[in-house]
């Protein structure tokens, strides 16, 4: 008698378990946070923009990788009839302004100077402005004397394009 009812409890301890793991199971497929037909859209992770401003036969090429605010970069300075530049962009981005140090190589020598942009519109606005030398790089003397509307523009570019041309 004593193996019927341990049978029977058994039995009713194993449908009890399985009609909550059914029950577990609907209401984990009817959530609508793990909802998988929309695509997952990524706002974290970087982003890659490419850039070309052209005046005249002389050319400019940028890419900017934003992480979260960290910026950098490569920017190549190409002159029909001068000479040329290219190195790294460093700095970060403060709304829709991106504040870099241009680190480049021309003339056999290694230099460095503030470069800021206005990112707008898919292009970019150089600012122009008064620049003195500390310490052996150009800064610019006042940042909010900083005009972007006669600075050079740079309209997006495909990548493939200003990656070549930067190596």
Do not use: H, W
């Not at 984990?28 to 052209?54: A, N, R």
């Not at 190195?87 to 230099?111: M, R, V």
């Not at 310490?135 to 940042?143: L, P």
């Amino acid at each position: 008698m004593k193996k019927y009812i341990f049978l029977g409890s058994l039995s009713l301890l194993l449908m009890n378990c399985s009609k909550k793991a059914e029950a577990n199971k609907t209401v984990s497929d009817s959530d609508s946070l793990t909802d998988t037909t929309s695509p997952v859209i990524d706002t974290l992770g970087s982003k890659s923009f490419c850039y070309l401003g052209v005046t005249g036969k002389d050319s400019v090429f940028v890419t900017i990788d934003d992480n979260l605010g960290t910026v950098t970069g490569k920017m190549r300075y190409k002159n029909s009839e001068k000479d040329s530049s290219k190195g790294d962009l460093t700095g970060f981005k403060s709304g829709d302004t991106l504040k870099l140090t241009y680190e480049f190589a021309s003339e056999g020598t290694t230099s460095k100077r503030d470069i800021f942009f206005i990112q707008k519109d898919g292009n970019l606005l150089e600012g122009i402005g008064n620049q003195k030398d500390e310490n052996g790089e150009m800064k610019y003397a006042d940042e909010k004397k900083i005009a972007y509307k006669d600075g050079q523009k740079f309209e997006a570019a495909d990548c493939a394009m200003v990656s070549k041309a930067l190596k």
